[in-house]
């Protein structure tokens, strides 16, 4: 085993790729996979074309390929830069066209595809914008050029093809032209892709043998990098450089390739040699701590699910037993403990394992990380020797959006051929799509005068109601089609169609999308009135289902705060779970914090949306009958309007809380991870005091700028909340705030949100404060911030804010009507005048005088602040 180095380095990779000729020639005489379909074709070529040692035949020379377009077709041809042979020819489409591959042995299959835009006199190819669809799946869609960084395209997928032939069809979109250059159809060993994983955090995933996949990375990790020439089934495995995280944590190792040893099980298909005789441990990335994580970090598509595939060997011990280490992924450890030589009972032999993950936190990143185990303090070293991410097809069936192909399709394909055919003449178009417009008129016109039974447009009601939802087959009263969900009740707020829902967000447009969360996606939707909406559509593929929609739509409809986002309605039709908030324009705290670009808000700016979401979830603990525990707070859960008022949102996994006599309530752990209360997490027993744990982590994400748990960093800086309290005790937190507010904050009042922050944050519920006790030390920060001449006070006190002196504070009529276990419309007025009351003498110094101690027990006493 070599150590590459940055000396001697050139001498070591002419080794390596000498090796790489060597030991493929090697690979190639023992592979015993020969693909039964084996389809190469170079679209619009008049020769055969080699590329990567394979040949390319034309697409019209194959007898058991067919091509089918309803209009003339255009073959472009150019000697010029084209990235590769397989990119100098292509063909042109103006209508649908469709390519049919006979298929000898039904199963996994490569479907892989060319796409350059050569120059062309008819067309702007780098402006042509196209779909791509196959048997069921979608695999691209409305792609063009011009609205990406990519000269070239290439993208390889991998199908379950069950029938004996696979349909692959080019759709231009907008008046536009589809082409491609070329396109590979080559069999799998089904093996290759088992249908079980293991769903990151802990859990069994099953069914993907019917997905399809698409490759996002494949990565030789600390080899060169591999062409079709290395690979028996023709994969290009990337260095992995450009993904490291922090360069100088890995060392790249190799052996010689021919002392990898193969157990049962894994193949020369399963990675070739030159994956598992190279590999990255763990470096020198300069720091003091040397229990450091090699990390990958990946961008990905939030709204899909990902097959991870860990390749393992362990080619650094000298014996066995010798490295024991963990594997990450996101924030979630995949794998405590891995020692490789006991896993497999010997050195240098080739390991795997499967993960289905999503994206970190739902942002557009996806990290991989490997470290050192804490029991093996003797040899902190970790290794990984390859990877492989795949995006995962959707509940739809698709790889490239929500549309599935019967919506981008003209006409799915029989059963019999599964051949795409186009649609009939031009004139048969016109007559189809005016009886639709004349039906849709007629069904506008009925249901205008159907009011009595139609839902108009009304807020929720304000004091909810008995009726629960229910798991049953009904039929929807507004479009006749079977519900999943029965939502008899009609106080539950407006009840959209699914119709409405589609025009609102104009069929869930990308370019209205929101953002993602555990639920699913949130579009920015237009009611017919004009009013803003933001819709939230379920994903049936997330970890919140049923229970979670039918939880939002019973509190929301029996909660009304101006610090709680408003439900307006839901759609449950077509076994959707859609529901309709009122539009938050400035979108989630956590985008202004940090991630995307905007700029950065002044302290006093943060001080008042936490305040504002503070007093949402002291409403939440204390304004009904029986207290609700959020048990999701995060920045990502607080929404800001156009005049950046915070609102709390997302209520699927809220909880009744404890009765009068119980002091928690015994629940499954859920939440998210990084803003979970550890005694929750250890006791799965729930009390407010969890929320105020997770609102502490949100204080700290609010002052230092960034998410609560970060895996590249360092291990003592990945947890927010541990990595700021230890700055905190030492009174030392200016040292890690934002940097855009250093120099800009009182340092009084840093002091007293730090205490707050420090309060929340305690190990036992029972030290830490109510919400109503936090929000007082907010409004006091916010207060000794607003304070331009400021001494050092006594922070327990007001005693020493310039302009209040002691005097008697009047008496106010505090009273709030209770409804049903709920609060009624005089709450707002209530919570609004007890503030006016209360802190009007701290927010404005010319104000009423008050007795201090007196006003401390009147804010214990009213508790609605």
Not at 152 to 173: G, H, M, Q
Not at 438 to 443: F, G, H, P, R, S
Not at 565 to 572: E, K, N, T
Not at 603 to 624: P, S
Request: with cysteine; aromatic share 10%; charged share 20%.
């Amino acid at each position: 085993m070599r150590k590459m180095k940055e000396t001697g380095w050139i001498s070591l990779a002419a080794r390596m790729w000498l090796l790489c000729w060597v030991v493929a020639e090697f690979d190639a005489a023992a592979a015993l996979f020969l693909p039964v379909d084996n389809y190469l074709l170079a679209c619009g070529s008049s020769q055969n074309v080699s590329y990567h040692g394979q040949v390319f035949v034309p697409d019209s020379q194959r007898s058991s390929v067919s091509l089918k377009t309803s209009g003339d077709d255009v073959i472009s041809t150019s000697n010029g830069n084209a990235p590769s042979p397989v990119y100098q020819s292509l063909r042109i489409f103006s209508k649908p066209a469709f390519y049919e591959f006979d298929i000898q042995q039904p199963g996994r299959h490569w479907l892989r595809l060319y796409f350059y835009p050569l120059s062309n006199s008819e067309h702007d190819l780098t402006s042509a914008q196209f779909t791509v669809v196959t048997d069921g799946m979608v695999l691209i869609n409305n792609f063009t050029f011009s609205n990406s960084n990519r000269s070239y395209l290439f993208k390889e997928y991998s199908l379950n093809v069950t029938s004996d032939s696979l349909a692959v069809a080019f759709i231009p979109s907008n008046n536009s032209v589809s082409f491609v250059n070329g396109i590979e159809v080559v069999s799998v060993p089904d093996e290759l892709i088992y249908d079980q994983a293991l769903a990151i955090p802990n859990a069994p995933f099953s069914g993907i043998s019917v997905l399809g996949l698409e490759t996002m990375y494949r990565l030789n990790i600390g080899g060169p990098l591999l062409t079709p020439q290395n690979d028996s089934l023709g994969r290009i495995w990337e260095t992995d450089g450009r993904y490291l995280h922090v360069n100088s944590s890995a060392v790249k190792v190799f052996v010689d390739p021919s002392t990898v040893k193969y157990p049962e099980g894994v193949t020369v298909e399963t990675a070739p040699r030159l994956v598992y005789s190279t590999a990255d441990t763990m470096g020198d990335p300069n720091v003091t701590d040397l229990s450091f994580n090699i990390t990958w970090v990946f961008s990905v598509d939030p709204s899909f699910l990902y097959l991870l595939r860990l390749h393992f060997c362990d080619i650094v011990s000298k014996a066995l037993n010798t490295l024991l280490f963990n594997v990450y992924i996101n924030s979630d450890i995949a794998i405590d403990g891995l020692d490789l030589s006991s896993l497999k009972g010997d050195l240098s032999v080739p390991y795997y394992k499967d993960f289905v993950s999503n994206s970190s936190n739902g942002s557009s990143t996806l990290t991989v990380s490997v470290g050192p185990n804490s029991l093996n303090e003797d040899n902190n070293n970790a290794i990984l020797n390859g990877l492989e991410i795949m995006k995962m097809s959707n509940q739809v069936g698709s790889l490239d959006g929500l549309h599935s192909a019967k919506d981008l399709l003209p006409q799915t394909p029989s059963s019999s051929s599964r051949i795409w055919v186009i649609l009939g003449g031009v004139s048969g178009a016109v007559v189809a799509a005016t009886l639709a417009a004349a039906c849709y008129c007629c069904l506008v016109v009925r249901r205008s005068k159907t009011s009595p039974h139609s839902h108009p447009w009304l807020p929720l009601p304000l004091y909810g109601n008995s009726h629960t939802i229910s798991k049953v087959s009904t039929t929807s009263q507004r479009s006749g089609t079977a519900s999943c969900i029965s939502l008899a009740s009609t106080n539950l707020g407006r009840v959209f169609t699914f119709q409405e829902i589609i025009l609102a967000t104009n069929k869930f447009d990308e370019s209205l999308l929101l953002g993602v969360g555990g639920f699913g996606k949130v579009y920015k939707g237009t009611l017919e009135d004009g009013t803003k909406v933001a819709v939230k559509r379920g994903n049936p593929r997330s970890e919140q289902g049923l229970t979670e929609f039918q939880t939002e739509i019973e509190m929301l409809s029996k909660l009304r705060h101006r610090h709680l986002v408003s439900l307006i309605g839901y759609c449950d039709e077509r076994s959707e779970m859609i529901l309709v908030y009122e539009y938050m324009a400035n979108g989630p705290l956590r985008s202004h914090l940090y991630g995307a670009n905007l700029p950065p808000l002044s302290w006093k700016q943060r001080l008042e949306i936490c305040i504002g979401a503070a007093k949402g979830l002291h409403y939440l603990h204390t304004g009904a009958a029986q207290s609700i525990i959020h048990r999701d707070v995060k920045t990502t859960n607080i929404l800001l309007d156009d005049s950046f008022i915070a609102k709390v949102a997302d209520f699927g996994l809220s909880k009744t809380g404890p009765a009068l006599d119980q002091t928690h309530v015994s629940t499954a752990v859920k939440g998210s991870f990084g803003y979970l209360d550890p005694e929750y997490f250890r006791r799965q027993q729930l009390t407010e005091k969890s929320d105020v744990y997770s609102f502490g982590v949100v204080l700290m994400e609010v002052l230092c700028a960034r998410p609560a748990l970060n895996p590249v960093l360092p291990r003592e800086q990945v947890n927010i909340a541990e990595w700021a309290m230890s700055w905190q005790k030492k009174g030392m937190l200016e040292q890690i705030m934002d940097p855009a507010l250093v120099g800009k904050i009182n340092p009084v009042s840093l002091r007293k949100y730090g205490e707050t922050a420090e309060k929340c944050l305690a190990e036992q519920g029972v030290d830490r404060p109510s919400m109503g006790d936090v929000l007082w030390n907010l409004e006091y920060a916010l207060q000794l911030e607003e304070t331009s001449t400021l001494g050092d006070p006594d922070e327990n006190s007001t005693n020493n804010i310039p302009g209040i002196q002691l005097a008697q504070l009047e008496p106010f009529d505090n009273s709030v009507t209770m409804v049903e276990g709920v609060n009624s419309g005089t709450f707002d007025d209530a919570e609004d005048a007890a503030t006016s009351a209360v802190f009007s003498q701290l927010v404005n110094p010319r104000g009423r005088n008050v007795i201090v101690p007196y006003l401390v027990r009147v804010y214990v006493i009213i508790g609605v602040i």
